[in-house]
């Protein structure tokens, strides 16, 4: 039973360009989560997709992130136009349900995309 | 104020050593208290999880949540140079889904 596939594992980029990156949840689970982990920083929460949907964007910057998670394929986090302060590891994680009140439903996390910006 | 706060470490114990790493946190809401391990350039895979205070034991691992003072412990017994990693706290509170993490504990057990 494969786990959390994320590709590509390490990405480099020029100042300008685009960064995406993809995230292929365990099997059975429908619902995908965005953190990014800068250097000397806890994961940060960016955003929460479900099949088609956009759950909660609240931790993606503003301006240059989006993220999908169409019907078919991986979900897809884009950033535009990057900055060497998007240099980062991305981690993708998935469940099988939302969180509830009554247990903790565990997210499994992807092994990362190290992006960097040159 | 970080929500979580993670003693930074790096922490070096030989071999059969007890490990003791400590969090705090500042959100009253959390609830569930989880900690992970991050092997490196590996992703974090859950250890344990606590819900609301107490403790909580899973072979050599022993996790312990105070919320009055607003305190996460994790012990490892008996370490082992696999134990080596970086170990992360997280909590959330009911019915939410972000994880907030601390910035993880890099700890090597010397053979």
């Known amino acids: 039973n494969a786990g959390v596939m994320q590709n590509p594992r390490h990405l480099v980029r020029r100042r300008g360009q685009e960064a995406r990156l993809r995230c292929s949840p365990m099997?059975?689970?429908?619902?995908v989560y965005w953190y990014r982990q800068l250097p000397e920083e806890g994961l940060k929460f960016m955003v929460y997709?479900?099949?088609?949907?956009?759950?909660?964007e609240s931790g993606m910057p503003k301006e240059r992130f989006s993220a999908e998670f169409p019907k078919e394929g991986p979900s897809i986090l884009r950033i535009q136009q990057v900055v060497r302060g998007d240099s980062a590891a991305y981690f993708c994680?998935?469940?099988?349900?939302?969180?509830?009140?009554?247990?903790?439903?565990?997210?499994?996390f992807g092994p990362g995309t190290r992006l960097t910006v040159l | 104020q970080k929500e979580v706060e993670q003693d930074p470490g790096p922490l070096s114990v030989p071999e059969g050593a007890i490990v003791s790493l400590n969090c705090t946190y500042s959100?009253?809401?959390?609830?569930?208290f989880m900690w992970y391990r991050q092997y490196s350039r590996k992703g974090p895979e859950l250890l344990m999880y606590?819900?609301?205070?107490g403790n909580k034991e899973d072979g050599r691992f022993t996790a312990q949540v105070d919320k009055s003072s607003k305190y996460i412990s994790l012990f490892i017994r008996d370490s082992q140079p696999s134990d080596s990693a970086t170990y992360l706290c997280?909590?959330?509170?009911?019915?939410?889904?972000?994880?907030?993490f601390g910035a993880g504990t890099t700890v090597t057990v010397r053979a």
């Open positions: 994680a998935s469940s099988r349900t939302r969180q509830g009140s009554s247990s903790y439903n565990e997210q499994f």
């Open positions: 099997k059975g689970h429908s619902h």
């Open positions: 997709l479900q099949k088609e949907n956009i759950i909660d």
């Open positions: 959100n009253s809401a959390f609830q569930y």
């Open positions: 606590t819900y609301s205070s």
């Open positions: 997280a909590n959330t509170r009911s019915n939410d889904y972000k994880l907030s």
